[in-house]
């Protein structure tokens, strides 16, 4: 999932099992289980799941949660939340009443208003800075924003060409930089590799078609430029868990009604 997903729990109590790869390093201690890493969030508490990481979510019988997908990016979608160390389990009501009212606010009918865009914004930024105040910033983020520039126009070429989305060899050429030079200086930068930028950047754009659009899947995966719709509904389940169909109805469901 390209998100972060972010559940606030009610009552019950939510699990996530990361894989050994993505276990988290911050945050509350967790539990092996099997091959993975386990955290448990429990009511008035805000599990933190970071964009990329395989995961599982499991729920004790009633359990009722607030949740989000989201994404704060900064300077050519770099992901501020990669600048910090993100509890995996963030205590307290401050934090949780932000989620809360978030969450409320894009339930919202007048979200395509003037004031209902403000009221989304002002709750979204209040949510960001109440989970910065709990979190460690990373050292160095000056570093990583100086190497973003040296890769300014290779992120201008992505921005400017969504479908189909250029090469990692391309996007190398263009900031005069061999391939594995870039792709170590990318990683550097934003956490993940080019080839996983691009991957999340087409899966973003796809939830976005299946969510906003009436396009078949046969249509979306040929704009994406997959080679079949077989094969992009094989990529997107791995990636969000859903099937295109199912996401497109179970997201659809969780929208307001359209006057």
């Known amino acids: 999932?390209?998100?972060?997903v972010v559940l606030h729990v009610v009552?019950?109590?939510?699990?996530?099992t990361f894989d050994d790869q993505h276990a988290p390093k911050e945050g509350r201690e967790g539990t092996t289980e099997g091959d993975g890493y386990q955290v448990t969030a429990r009511p008035g508490e805000v599990l933190m799941v970071p964009a990329g990481a395989r995961h599982a979510l499991t729920f004790t019988p009633g359990t009722m949660a607030d949740g989000l997908h989201i994404h704060f990016g900064l300077y050519h979608d770099l992901d501020v939340f990669s600048v910090y160390r993100v509890p995996s389990v963030i205590t307290g009501d401050t934090a949780a009443r932000a989620t809360s009212d978030l969450t409320a606010t894009l339930a919202r009918r007048d979200n395509a208003s003037l004031e209902g865009l403000a009221a989304r914004h002002a709750d979204a930024y209040r949510f960001l800075a109440q989970i910065l105040a709990v979190s460690?910033?990373?050292?160095?983020p000056e570093h990583r924003l100086a190497t973003?520039?040296?890769?300014?126009d290779a992120l201008a070429l992505i921005e400017k060409r969504p479908a189909p989305l250029p090469r990692v060899a391309e996007l190398a050429e263009r900031c005069a930089?061999?391939?594995n030079r870039f792709s170590?200086?990318?990683?550097?930068?934003?956490?993940?590799?080019?080839?996983?930028y691009?991957?999340?950047?087409?899966?973003?754009?796809a939830m976005s078609l299946l969510v906003h659009g009436d396009a078949s899947i046969a249509d979306i995966a040929e704009r994406l430029d997959f080679c079949d719709a077989y094969h992009f509904s094989k990529r997107f389940k791995?990636?969000?868990g859903l099937s295109p169909r199912h996401y497109r109805a179970h997201v659809r469901r969780s929208l307001p009604d359209q006057a």
């Open 184 to 196: 170590e200086l990318f990683k550097a930068a934003l956490g993940i590799s080019p080839k996983q």
């Open 1 to 4: 999932m390209p998100y972060w």
């Open 198 to 205: 691009l991957e999340q950047r087409r899966m973003r754009r």
């Open 177 to 179: 930089l061999s391939r």
């Open 148 to 152: 973003l520039g040296r890769l300014q």
């Open 11 to 16: 009552r019950g109590a939510y699990t996530c």
């Open 238 to 240: 791995a990636l969000t």
């Open 136 to 140: 460690c910033r990373r050292p160095d």
